[in-house]
């Protein structure tokens, strides 16, 4: 006898589940706000990387980048060119004009949550500030697919629409950056699916009320293109072209899509 195989379904979280990832979240914004009040002219990487890290401590929670397969940091610090996973150092300062991405994970009674997002050091060009304008409001136009029914791919499209709308919406060529997005998160921060940032609907596994991902568009000023550099961490654009990042856990609920790393209220 045939049985026809269910739908494989992106599996779920408990309403409690989903509290517990929101306290993580939490801590997770919290860092980010901090980070970015911080930053300005002539500060290091690694000054970022330790507020962060003191932020995430001071609240009982641990950085669940550090040590992530020999991660060396509590965030991934990202400039202009640099896609994610930059590592902070103290010899990298930051200088006015930069775009700089903070990419944050904490670990909270073991829940993890993991948020980024793109910030200028002063006055941005104004091809930069369309640039992370844009993919901010692609990562928020995106994640209204994360409804419970709709499968994996209808995120990955919603985002890649929303590009192609931002780039009228805000006058600027955006490149989606090919191999990289988000992820199923949970107890540890990559689980299944791998979510891609752009592909053709309605495929997949299905999205469950309580399903969570981590949704990341990463988006460019030119070329799709992107190289790994020597460090095996730093992800670069092939054309020297100035990249932004920005990320939330976000639940499926009947009540429709819950930011569970919310940052604080003004941010």
Not at 139 to 167: F, I, Q, W, Y
Not at 201 to 221: C, D, K, N
Not at 247 to 263: K, M, N, Q
């Amino acid at each position: 006898m045939g049985f026809r195989k269910k739908h494989k379904q992106i599996p779920a979280k408990t309403p409690g589940e989903l509290d517990a990832m929101e306290a993580a979240g939490r801590i997770v914004g919290q860092a980010l706000v901090n980070v970015r009040e911080a930053a300005k002219p002539g500060m290091s990487l690694k000054d970022l990387d330790e507020i962060a890290e003191a932020t995430i401590r001071d609240a009982g929670a641990i950085p669940t980048f550090l040590g992530y397969q020999g991660f060396p940091a509590s965030v991934c610090a990202s400039v202009n060119e640099v896609i994610v996973h930059g590592i902070p150092t103290a010899e990298h300062k930051l200088e006015e004009g930069d775009l700089v991405s903070i990419d944050c994970g904490a670990t909270f009674e073991g829940w993890v949550g993991d948020s980024a997002w793109t910030f200028g050091i002063g006055q941005l060009e104004e091809d930069a500030q369309a640039l992370n304008d844009a993919t901010a409001w692609v990562l928020m136009e995106g994640l209204k697919a994360m409804v419970p029914g709709n499968r994996l791919t209808d995120v990955s499209h919603a985002l890649e629409v929303a590009t192609r709308k931002a780039e009228q919406k805000f006058g600027v060529h955006l490149g989606i950056v090919d191999g990289y997005g988000g992820h199923g998160i949970g107890r540890t921060m990559h689980e299944e699916p791998y979510l891609a940032n752009e592909g053709k609907p309605g495929r997949g596994p299905v999205i469950q009320e309580g399903s969570v991902l981590a949704i990341e568009p990463m988006l460019t000023l030119g070329t799709e293109d992107s190289a790994v550099l020597e460090d095996d961490w730093t992800v670069v654009t092939l054309d020297g072209s100035w990249a932004s990042h920005w990320e939330h856990t976000v639940a499926a609920t009947a009540g429709g899509p819950r930011i569970l790393t919310p940052r604080p209220a003004g941010f």
